[in-house]
C-alpha cells in the first residue's frame, strides 16, 4: 500500500473542471515526478491534496487515513508537506527564525532535526541564518522554502515547480538536495517544466494533461509514449520531433 | 551560529559619509528582527524599572503622577493591541471599547453585587477576553481594513449600549465604585500607592508581553502575520491562533480597563468611544507596535505631549496629527523602530570600526 493514495480526485471551478478523476499511488521511498503542459492541473493536484482547496469528488487517503478535507494544518501535521509555484517565506522574518517556526511546529510530534541550524546547513543557507528573508536573493529564497518544508519533519514532501526561476548550475544544485531525501526517508513528489532535470531525478514519471493522467511509468517509458508527445509537441510536430 | 554582513539585507548600518537619503534610510530600516544583546535588553529594563519606581519621589507633583498613571493603565492596554497588531499583525481601532468592556464589567459587579477590585478583576479581565474573541470571529473571513471597520463599528455599538442601557450601565452619567479594596498596610486612595498599583500592573503586562515575544507562541504568532498560507502549511491553526490571540489582547484590556475604572472612580460612555480608541490606535503606531517598549513610549508622547507643549485639546489634536504623518512618513515601525535602528547602526559603525571582527552580537 503507497503512503498517498488518491481515487478519484475531482475539482471543479465553476464550470472549469481542473482535476476529472485522478488516481494516483505515491510512496515515500522515491522520487515521483509529476508533468503536464500549463493549465493541466498539476498545481491544483497539491492544493487539492494538501486542504489548500476543498475536494469536489474523490479522496485523499494518507497512511491509510482519510485526509480529504480535513484543513491544511492538520494534513501537514501528518507530515504531509508541500511547497508553493511562487517562493513563499515569512519575509520580515530572519531565515533562523522562519526555519525555527516550521521546525518547532514539527518537533511537538517528534523531529528528525535536532535543530533548526541542521536544517539551514542541509540546503546549505547556514551562513545567512541571520539574514532578513524578504532581503535574500531568488536562489537562496527558495531554498528558504525547502527549509522551511523540510523543518516539519515530512515523510512526503510535494515540491512545486522548485526549479522555476533558478539558473542551471543552482538548478543542478537543487537537484543533488532533492536526490538526498527519499535516502532519509523523506518521499519526494514535484513538478516542474524542465524535462532533462525530470528523468534524471525521477524514478517514476505522471503525466496530467486537462485534470486528467494520461501517463504513468519510468521516465524514459514515459517520455516515449505517442499520446505524451502529442500533448507536448503537438500533433503535426511528432514526425519532426523523432 | 555565524554572523553574516547585516549591511547587506535591510538593516541599517550607516557608512561613512552618509547623504541625506541613507539617513532616511536608517530611519525607516526594518530591524524589528533582529535580536538584541542579552546585556542591552536588561540594562534597559533595569534603568526602565528604577525610573518607574522612582517617579513619586521626584516631586513633579499631583497632577504630573495623575498623568503618569493614566499613562501606564493605557500602556497596559496597549500592550495587548501591540500583541494582535506587532505580533499577529491584526490591527483594531475599537480598542477603547474592550477597555470599556473591563471597566463596565467591573464597575456593575460592584454596583449591583458589591464586588470590590480585587473579586471583580478576574471577572472582568475573562468578560474582555471573551468580546475581544467573539468580535474576533470576522478575521477568520476577513482581514486588513475591513477588519478594522469591523472594530470600529463594536465600539459605536458599545457606546450606543452604554448609554441606552438605564440605570443598569447609568446610562450617559455612568456609573461611580469606590476606592480599591485595601490590602493590609496600603490604602490605595493614597495616589502614589495607585500609582504602583497600576505600575505592578504594567510589569505584569510587560513580562507577559516579553516572554510570548520570546516564545513559540509568539513565533506562531509572528508567522501567521508575515505569511497566512505558509503559516498553514507548516501546521500551524491559523483560525484558533488569531481568536486566541484577540483573547490574551482583550484580558489585557480588562485589565487596564478596571484599573481606569479605580483610577477615575466614575466611568462614562464616551471614555470608550471612538475617539480615545484611535488614540489608542496612535499610541502603538507612534510608540511602535513590534517593540518591547514600543507601547508604553506612544502613551507617554501621546499623554504627555499637551503638558509639556502646554497645549489645549484642539491644539493637542492637531498635535497628534503631525505626529501620525510624522511617523508615517519618517518612521514607518515606529518611535520604538527609530531607536532601534540608530542602535543597530552604532553597533554597526562599531563593528565596522574594529576591522570587521565580524563579533557576535
Known sequence: MAALEVRGLRKQFGGVVALNGIDLDIGTDQVVGIVGPNGSGKTTLFNVVTGVHPATGGTVSWQGQDITNIGAHRIARKRLVRTFQQAMSFPGLTVYENVRIAWEQGRMRGSRWASPGMILDFVGLAPLGRAIAGSLPFGSLRRLGL????????????????????????????????????????GVCLIDHDMDMMSDLCDRLIVLDFGTKIAEGLPAEVLADSKVREVYLGPNRKAAAS | ??????????????????????RLALLTADNAAVPLPAGVQAITAILLAVLLIALPWLGLGYR???????TLYTAIGLYGLGLQFGQAGIMSVGHAALMGVGAYASAILSVQLG???WTSLPFAMALSAIVGGVIGLPTLRVGGQHYIIITFCFCALFVVVLTNGGTFTGSATGLDVGS?????????DKLSNNYYLVLAALFLALSATYLIGNSRYGRTLRAIRENEQLARSVGINVDLHKLGVLMVSGLFAGLAGVLQLYYLRHISPTLFGAFPSLYLALMVMLGGARYLYGPLIGAVIVNFLPEVLNLDPVD??????VCLLLVILL???????GIKNVYCAVRGGLEKQGGGTNGRA
Open chain 1, 147 to 186: 527549509a522551511v518544508a523540510l523543518g516539519v519533519s515530512p515523510e512526503l514532501l510535494l515540491l512545486d515547480e522548485p526549479g522555476a526561476g533558478l539558473n542551471d548550475s543552482e538548478a543542478q544544485a537543487f537537484a543533488a538536495v532533492i536526490a538526498q531525501l527519499p535516502p532519509q526517508g523523506i
Open chain 2, 331 to 337: 518612521l514607518p515601525g515606529g518611535v520604538g523602530a
Open chain 2, 1 to 22: 551560529m555565524p554572523m553574516t554582513d547585516n549591511s547587506a539585507g535591510k538593516t541599517g548600518a550607516a557608512p561613512e559619509g552618509v547623504r541625506a537619503r541613507d
Open chain 2, 180 to 188: 480599591v479594596t485595601p490590602l493590609p498596610g496600603i490604602n490605595f
Open chain 2, 115 to 117: 464586588f470590590g477590585f
Open chain 2, 64 to 70: 504630573f503622577l495623575s498623568i503618569a498613571i493614566t
Open chain 2, 316 to 321: 493637542s489634536r492637531i498635535a497628534y496629527g
